[in-house]
């Protein structure tokens, strides 16, 4: 956490547009160095796990010239004063992503879609042909420059989560399945479906489920058909290579650029980049345990759809906390308040359908911005009531026309998702009420210790906080508060929404700690050497001694209660040593709260490392919930992908992911024919269907259409498949290691494909 650039003591509060910095040393061609390391770094890991160097040559030329180019453009002529080159650029990718997003509808709803490749025109065209347009092109120089301890420090939190991706995630699943055997995490292939689905449809439907609409945040994988199209990669490569570590790049650099631009501190932006994309959480389990869920580590590449809100909502934090800036303060803003509702309206609509999560918690930030702006100053904070509102309109948008008021089986119950910590039979027999104190404490331990690199700015202002720390206080208490509020696993994302604004508030507050903490040279780089060794021997203490979790209920987290018992306990040693330390070392008088603020924060360094050591052990697929991916069954839908019409429905006898027994339920999450055939299926299965939540059971719906599609393969009859092909239904998927299809169906239809295993038919 410590490191001798990030003391930037000289630092302002707040950073006014400022004339032309003169040229540095560093400038020119050399300034590229850290980020074409980080981007070199990438691509190696890229080349090592099996991706093609033209794809990654065609998805980068993608991602610079149809989505960070032109939102540049776009963010340029939107703002109001330059800061730096960075800034311009971290911005402009996510408002590209807005304009992808709407150039992707407008070309699909017009069926236009070979064209998307065009699109980036209808942006460069303008910013060419109009003269107040075309000078956001190579714009005045800027106030500022990023130095070399800033940018090589973003660049190795990029080479590091990089690598961590790469042991995980790029290592562990190949683009196609190499044998019989393979094994895939099962949220994966249904992502790809949902790309496929973005890719030929619109409006979107439940791949799985023909007829189903599609009332999810899908706009995620509409980016990544774009980029499949635009880049012309196939879409495995895009989905299990290319877009989770490009996604989670430019959110690193986000963080670091936005929590630099709301504080004023450049160094505050690497302390959010590292308390988001470096440090884990607090636990001591092997293999590593999430009882509360995580922050980034594993779901950034389970759920593609946090890692694209993440880039988005990032982006919104910086305009809104510019846009409750914009009145008091008329020369600081940097974009100013037209720029900001024009902004705020582009990436709250784009953030509504990125992750239902994101909008609600955000709002929520709003809301105690403008309720303290009231009470404190006595007058309506009406910029902040104009923003809210916008925010308003696209989560009700959102709500209607995108979720169509759909829940996935969200519902008011407080509590409810830590309750059964402390109501779960143990062997402690504490009373519920101290369990009860114990859950919440464990819940603030390992989720939300993080927090406390606020402190020493808060308690600095004495609690009287800009409307920008309000917003970052409002989101971080919201997004907990909402997991707490509502039952159900998915509620654990609105704790990873409040948590983004928790980390950038914290980077803020060990920033402006270590800015007014007085250190020598010599103290500096004995302060950053003593971070390392700790996080070093905390890791290393964790591989060696940590435990598998033992039991349910309150056992479940004493792992995280008995852990943090242990480092309190070294803490408190010690403060009882740091006067013989100082007194040995003079240099490093004055900085106790720094030392132990830094060591609070970092206590978390090991899980990402515990998590490696888990994926490492468990090579086939990873080291989570894993499906078979026969290569049998992914050869055939690929056939049937390169054979057919992108409107032609499949019809498939596999249902499950086990081969359900009389009495026995079915686990109805097969997703790899609509994902690697990127084709609708009639009835594939119903697992993740929002309808699912609403039904008293969670069989299929139509149990009539179920018992046709069925029969098709077991009795068929030319009425039956008549009626079938009435539905759209021109193929048939047959996987006989589910059921052998019936002898006549060879009569009634065309056999077009067979590798023993699948064979396919088409109806004639």
Known sequence: MVSPELLDRSAPDAVAPAGPRRAAPGDGLLRWVPAASALAVLAALLLRSGTAPLDILRFAAYALLAVTLPGTLVYRALRRHPHTFVEDVALGAAVGLTLELAAWAALSALDLRPYSWLWPAAVYLPFLAVPRLRRHWRPRAYPEQTGWGWAWSVAAVVIFFSSYLFVVFLDRNPILPTGEDTRQYLDLAYQLSLAGEASNHFPLHLPQAAAEPLNYHWFGYAHMAMAGRVAGVDLTVVSLRLAVPALCAAAIVLTAVVARRVSG???????????????????????????????????????????????????????????????????????????????????????????????????????????????????????????????????????????????????????????????????????????????????????????????????????????????????????P????????????????????????????????????????????????????????????????????????????????????AVLAAAGAVAACLWPLVRRAHPGLRGTGALVALSAVLLAGAPGYAMDVAKSLRTPNGGAYFTVELPRSRVDAARWIREHSNPEDVLATNDHCLNRPKPGTGCDARSFWLSAYAEREVLVESWGFAPRRFTVPNEGFWDLDLLKRNDAAFADPTPAGLAQLKALGVRWLVV?????????TLATLADLRFDNGRLAVYRLR
Do not use: C
């Not at 690497?270 to 092997?286: C, K, P, R, S, Y």
């Not at 996987?735 to 002898?743: N, Q």
């Open 481 to 564: 508060a909402l997991y707490l509020s509502f039952a159900s696993d998915n509620a654990q994302y609105f704790t990873r929404a409040g948590v983004t604004f928790g980390v950038l508030l914290a980077g803020w507050g060990w920033a402006d700690l270590a800015a007014r903490t007085p250190l020598s040279g010599r103290a500096k780089a004995a302060l950053t050497a003593a971070a390392v060794s700790y996080a070093a021997v905390l890791t290393a203490v964790q591989l060696d001694w940590a435990e598998g979790e033992h039991g349910g209920g309150l056992d479940r987290l004493m792992p995280i209660l008995t852990w943090s």
């Open 265 to 479: 501190r450049p160094y505050a932006g690497v302390a959010a980049a590292v308390l988001m994309w470096v440090v884990g959480e607090i636990n001591f389990t092997d293999p590593v345990t999430q009882p509360f869920g995580t922050f980034t580590m594993f779901v950034v590449w389970h759920g593609m759809s946090i890692t694209y809100s993440w880039v988005l909502l990032i982006a919104l934090i910086a305009v809104l906390a510019d846009g409750l800036t914009a009145p008091a303060q008329a020369g600081a803003p940097r974009i100013g308040l037209p720029g900001a509702y024009v902004l705020t309206g582009l990436l709250a609509l784009a953030a509504s359908g990125a992750k239902a999560s994101v909008l609600p918690v955000t709002l929520g930030a709003m809301a105690l911005t403008g309720l303290v702006l009231l009470i404190t100053r006595r007058r309506v904070p009406w910029h902040v009531v104009g923003l809210g509102a916008v925010l308003g309109a696209a989560q009700l948008f959102a709500t209607a026309v995108l979720f169509r008021f759909q829940t996935y089986g969200l519902e008011f119950d407080p509590f409810d998702n830590v309750m059964r910590f402390w109501r779960a039979p143990n062997d402690r027999g504490l009373p519920e009420a101290v369990a009860a104190v114990l859950v919440f404490l464990a819940f603030g331990l390992n989720i939300l210790v993080k927090y406390l690199g606020a402190l020493p700015l808060l308690r600095r202002q004495r609690w009287r906080l800009e409307p920008a720390q309000l917003l970052l206080v409002g989101g971080a208490l919201a997004g």
């Open 735 to 743: 996987d006989r290691d589910v059921s052998a299809e019936s002898p």
